[in-house]
């Protein structure tokens, strides 16, 4: 195992225990499936992949960069256990295994530090290799041995103990509703509006980002004002509402089941005929894909973001929008987990289209798009975070062409990663989301915006 | 045709052919043995063309961005591998339909091919030394199967020519030793990622087929 050159961070562990490289191969057995052992199997090593990697792309002179190299690390431990020739001859593929802390931490700083999962090096791969979910299977396999970055330890915990990544208790979440209520109420002028937890028989139940509850309440905020508009019959669980997923980061399929399955049994239990996700990339592809797999939870009822259910509003006219209210440029941003891993393409722009007067693509775009080198749980991973913005280059330049002044994405974590982006590369340009350019397009009815109505909300 | 090239491009030829079909075989079988992933989400459209349009990726480089930017990179990957199906025409013509070899235009053809398939082949492996990122991640297998298949094509354009009495010369021998090197090794090695191909990119569409990824707006 090499190690990269970049500066190594210090070994992060949930598992104070010592380090026990002979699992892996247990371990790397028990989690292959037949998709991994395919790209296992399949890479030529032809080196394609690096000219489609942002890391690659920002560090052209720098070999380790390169998908293939990524992925090596876990297919030299494949080929030394699984594979025929590996396990016979090794030197002749270069078959390895860890065999102490140094080269377990060499493992982790690449797999968790050196790649976002966003998937472009997989649709450019002639052979089709995944390397995205190779790096994820050996994710998982250093997770399960303990061996797991502290900030995404912290947020996995988090999850397993309180259902939740920001451990929010079911008092400060009904309160926090309570007041975003007549917070709503205020803004829209009206008296009525309803946030109803665990309310049975509803046409959905409405699942978020924590974050919207803890400290960013307007996504949510705006969604609940859109559905009063709309006259949607919704609710939300007083427990499963969490859509961030780190079972996804981690590659622990177990913790990835359990807080996927917490939304599903949440429907289940509440009779809805819907599950609607916020704007939320990694939650998105988590609950309406990846978690009814990990779960083996048969899908029953539909599962859609809010980006979908909005467009639909927007469509069948049940709200209305007047796209001179929002004039500067704006582009959008297409996350990778939304676009490349969920094919969810052309809602945003129908909903772009009619909320912004100079809505503008940046290039390349949809499947093709660059990340925004937060994803994979590399914001909360902060000792990898010189590397990260070094390989943003790439989408601050792509960002820069645009000529634009706002970009907008339907997801937080992308959110986030933009801005941190943005003000490194000192880029003139917004960061909102997509439900934020609907409201501010919104054209609300006239009589609820009376004044007098406002006040007297105001004073209730 | 000496007795030992006869033995080379019959018995030999078809042992190391059903040795390499029976380890493909083997191969699929144990590919098979991986536990698949069942999906339980309901699927997204009802069917977008992803599973084909996935497997026809090698026809269209268009869609690989690494080749979008240097298309010569497609150029040498067609003949490389038209050198290679030529190479292995070639194992089943001299035996079986020596006749075709007597046609100077076919044979002439078939020398142009696994000349420029070799000249590629020459290049891909300065190319595999000379970058850096290439280089770290060879492997010893990488090299050794390029230089080969390099090679294959050498003794493929000795072993063809319009002079029958010449197929009967050394070169033939040889080109029927390596090929018979080859359907032993191939199994083992990366070259057998062609049997791998449809399996990756089986699995890839299926996925875009199922998320309806990949569909124009």
């Known amino acids: 195992m090499k190690a990269i050159n970049n500066k190594s961070a210090g070994r992060c562990t949930i598992n104070p225990a010592p380090v026990e490289p002979w699992r892996i191969p247990e371990l790397l057995r028990k989690k292959i499936n037949r998709q991994t052992a395919c790209s296992l199997a399949a890479c030529v090593h032809c080196g394609k992949c690096a000219r489609s990697c942002h890391y690659a792309l920002a560090r052209p002179d720098d070999p380790f960069m390169t998908p293939a190299y990524k992925a090596d690390q876990i297919r030299r431990i494949f080929n030394r256990h699984i594979d025929w020739l590996g396990r016979i001859f090794p030197w002749w593929t270069r078959a390895d295994t860890p065999r102490d802390e140094q080269d377990i931490q060499s493992l982790k700083d690449i797999v968790f530090g050196t790649c976002s999962g966003c998937r472009r090096c997989t649709f450019n791969c002639p052979m089709g290799v995944d390397n995205a979910a190779l790096i994820r299977l050996a994710r998982g396999i250093l997770t399960e041995m303990g061996i797991i970055p502290e900030g995404m330890a912290n947020v996995c915990r988090n999850q397993w103990e309180s259902g939740n990544q920001m451990s929010v208790t079911e008092e400060e979440f009904r309160n926090t509703l309570d007041w975003i209520r007549c917070e709503v109420q205020y803004e829209l002028g009206v008296d009525d509006v309803k946030i109803a937890v665990e309310k049975e028989g509803c046409d959905f139940i409405y699942a978020l980002n924590p974050r919207e509850i803890k400290y960013d309440p307007s996504s949510f905020m705006n969604a609940a004002k859109f559905f009063y508009l709309a006259g949607e019959s919704w609710t939300l669980p007083s427990y499963g509402w969490d859509i961030t997923n780190f079972g996804l980061f981690s590659g622990d399929d177990r913790l990835g089941a359990f807080m996927a399955e917490n939304i599903y049994q949440a429907a289940e239990r509440l009779r809805a005929k819907r599950i609607v996700v916020s704007e939320c990339g990694h939650g998105y592809r988590s609950v309406r894909w990846e978690g009814y797999n990990w779960a083996k939870y048969r899908q029953a009822i539909p599962t859609e973001s809010v980006v979908e259910t909005i467009a639909r509003y927007l469509q069948e006219g049940r709200i209305k929008v007047d796209r001179l209210k929002n004039t500067a440029p704006v582009t959008f941003h297409d996350s990778c987990n939304v676009a490349r891993y969920g094919g969810l393409l052309d809602q945003p722009r129908l909903i772009l289209k009619q909320v912004c007067a100079d809505f503008r693509e940046m290039h390349p775009n949809r499947m093709n798009n660059f990340c925004c080198t937060g994803g994979s749980g590399l914001l909360t991973m902060p000792e990898y975070r010189p590397l990260r913005l070094e390989a943003a280059k790439i989408k601050a330049d792509q960002l820069k062409a645009t000529g634009a002044d706002i970009v907008c994405t339907m997801c937080h974590n992308c959110r986030e990663g933009l801005g941190d982006l943005i003000s490194h590369y000192r880029l003139d340009m917004q960061v909102v989301q997509i439900m934020d350019l609907v409201a501010e397009a919104l054209v609300l009815p006239d009589r609820k915006t009376d004044d007098n109505c406002r006040a007297e909300i105001k004073q209730v | ?217």
């Open chain 2, 1 to 217: 045709m000496s007795d030992l090239s006869g033995l080379m491009q019959h018995e030999v030829h078809l042992a190391a052919l059903s040795f390499m079909g029976a380890a493909y075989i083997l191969r699929i079988v144990w590919l098979l043995q991986f536990k698949k992933i069942e999906e339980m989400s309901l699927s997204a459209g009802t069917g977008n063309g992803a599973v084909l349009q996935s497997l026809l990726a090698v026809t269209k480089p268009w869609t690989i961005e690494g080749v979008r930017k240097n298309p010569a990179f497609y150029l040498q990957f067609v003949i490389f591998h038209l050198g290679a199906a030529a190479a292995i025409g070639l194992t089943f013509l001299i035996p079986y339909r020596p006749e075709l070899l007597k046609d100077a235009l076919f044979v002439q053809s078939l020398r142009m091919v696994l000349g420029a398939a070799f000249i590629v082949g020459l290049f891909r492996l300065y190319r595999r030394i000379a970058d850096r990122a290439l280089r770290l991640i060879s492997t010893p297998d990488d090299y050794f199967a390029l230089v080969m298949m390099t090679l294959f094509y050498a003794l493929g354009i000795s072993a063809v020519s319009g002079n029958p009495e010449i197929l009967s010369g050394q070169a033939v021998l040889t080109f029927f030793i390596l090929a018979a090197f080859f359907h032993i090794y191939v199994p083992f090695s990366k070259i057998i990622h062609y049997l791998y191909y449809p399996f990756t990119r089986y699995y890839l569409g299926k996925m875009m087929e199922h998320r309806n990824i990949g569909r124009k707006g």
